[in-house]
């Protein structure tokens, strides 16, 4: 089994920034695409950015230009770099992981039900 464990959350004012960190353990997989999804109370899980393996990445449009993810194999982390923040980004952020094949190392995904593998979820909150 893999682990996935997020840290990094917190309270930020708006304007500000976090960092959001993802750590893989357990059965590490040879290759995986990461991602990171959110949810707000009474929202549905939503995607904000996700990342293949050999590090190709998109975003969802309402973060784009404000949120970087990026991964450091070696280490199986991946991270969020969050800046720029607003109320409306304030939810449990996610961590997502799927094995990938040699072949598809450079594919991402965007879609929950495409993972397999989920850390428990950090809370993040922007004040007004």
Not at 43 to 58: D, H, L, Q
Not at 72 to 96: E, G, H, I
Request: proline fraction near 2%.
């Amino acid at each position: 089994q893999v682990q996935l464990v997020e840290s990094g959350g917190g309270l930020v004012p708006a304007g500000g920034s976090l960092r959001l960190s993802c750590a893989a353990s357990g059965r590490t997989l040879s290759y995986y695409a990461m991602a990171w999804f959110r949810q707000a109370p009474g929202k549905e899980r939503e995607f904000v950015a996700a990342i293949s393996w050999s590090g190709g990445n998109t975003y969802a449009d309402s973060v784009k230009g404000r949120f970087t993810i990026s991964r450091d194999n070696a280490k199986n982390m991946a991270y969020l770099q969050m800046n720029s923040l607003k109320p409306a980004d304030t939810a449990v952020y996610y961590c997502a992981g799927r094995s990938v094949t040699y072949a598809s190392r450079s594919v991402y995904y965007t879609r929950h039900d495409e993972y397999g593998y989920w850390g428990q979820g950090t809370q993040v909150t922007v004040s007004s």
